[in-house]
Antibody, heavy 122, light 107 residues
Framework: QVQLVESGGGVVQPGRSLRLSCAAS????????MHWVRQAPGKGLEWVAL????????FYADSVKGRFTISRDNSQNTLYLQMNSLRDEDTAMYYC???????????????WGQGILVTVSS | DIQMTQSPSSLSASVGDRVTITCQAS??????LNWYQQKPGKAPKLLIY???NLATGVPSRFSGSGSGTDFTFTINSLQPEDIAKYYC?????????FGGGTKVEIK
């Protein structure tokens, strides 16, 4: 069965960096676009970034552009989110999510991880 | 960015009732509209994709319709396990955006 397991979250000071990982299993990782979606405490869902199946195409929300980098290691079936220059407003549960499309476009999220909490606080 | 306006923000209904949630896009998104269910403390779950297609394993009491800018999500015969927050999401254009959510409670 499809499994997505996030790791790497925690408490970090403003301005510092953190790297999230998402280990995928139960499907052919190289065939799917992958996303990060976040949810601030008590708030709604916010799409963060996507990467195409081959890793050649990446898109970001304006709120993280220039600070966050999405990447993937298809040999390890793992998705990453490098988060730099973290701000208080980046505090959220971060979910990795699978998109049934190979290429970006008309993307939606058919499987989600359980989420990992990132808290930015001094 | 495409704004997604969901209504109502919350509703209370009885078991067995028909529940309807609407989602309006700020511009034409064709049928690129998806619906998710999120229970407290859990990850969202895909229910409907491309406006009206039921995701794998989702009960048939859930349905979706609409195109262009106006969309509807319906639960026929509300069940106690349907208590959750429901979100719409447009997939027509980047950035992908969500509605604000609708909290469904049992009366």
């Amino acid at each position: 069965q499809v499994q997505l397991v996030e790791s790497g979250g925690g408490v970090v000071q403003p301005g510092r960096s953190l790297r999230l990982s998402c280990a995928a299993s139960g499907f052919t990782f190289t065939s799917y676009t992958m996303h990060w979606v976040r949810q601030a405490p008590g708030k709604g869902l916010e799409w963060v970034a996507l990467i195409s199946s081959a890793g050649s195409d990446k898109f970001y929300a304006d709120s993280v552009k220039g600070r966050f980098t999405i990447s993937r290691d298809n040999s390890q079936n793992t998705l990453y989110l490098q988060m730099n220059s973290l701000r208080d407003e980046d505090t959220a549960m971060y979910y990795c999510a699978r998109d049934p499309h190979r290429l970006p476009g008309q993307g939606y999220f058919d499987y989600w991880g359980q989420g990992i909490l990132v808290t930015v606080s001094s | 960015d495409i704004q997604m306006t969901q209504s109502p923000s919350s509703l209370s209904a009885s078991v067995g009732d028909r529940v309807t949630i609407t989602c309006q896009a700020s511009q034409d998104i064709s049928n690129y509209l998806n619906w998710y269910q999120q229970k407290p403390g859990k990850a969202p779950k895909l229910l409907i994709y491309d406006a009206s297609n039921l995701a794998t394993g989702v009960p048939s009491r859930f349905s979706g319709s609409g195109s262009g800018t106006d969309f509807t999500f319906t639960i026929n015969s509300l069940q106690p396990e349907d208590i959750a927050k429901y979100y719409c999401q447009q997939s027509d254009n980047f950035p992908l955006t969500f509605g604000g959510g609708t909290k469904v409670e049992i009366k």
